[in-house]
């Protein structure tokens, strides 16, 4: 996995590491994400650089079954955090 570049953060990625900080240890669903204004670009561009982290769950709601995706900071995103 390639390593951030803690100084060089774009923007966006320093707004996105900001508001999953913010979440907890439980982080943000991409819906949320998607109406702070992030795109699902922009989402996945944060994995690959390994800032954040995606897991889906799958959750029951009146009989059907969704999967919710899930954004969390890694230790690579704390750190940025600590280097602005």
Excluded: W, Y
């Amino acid at each position: 996995m390639p390593t951030p570049r803690h100084r060089n953060l774009k923007p966006h990625q320093r707004r996105a590491i900001v508001l999953l900080a913010g979440c907890g240890a439980e982080g943000c669903t991409e819906a949320v994400m998607l109406v702070h204004g992030f795109t699902t670009d922009q989402l996945a561009g944060l994995v690959r650089t390994g800032l954040v982290a995606k897991t889906t769950e799958r959750v029951v709601s009146s009989g059907q079954t969704s999967e919710v995706k899930r954004f969390r900071l890694t230790e690579a995103g704390q750190q940025a955090l600590g280097d602005h």
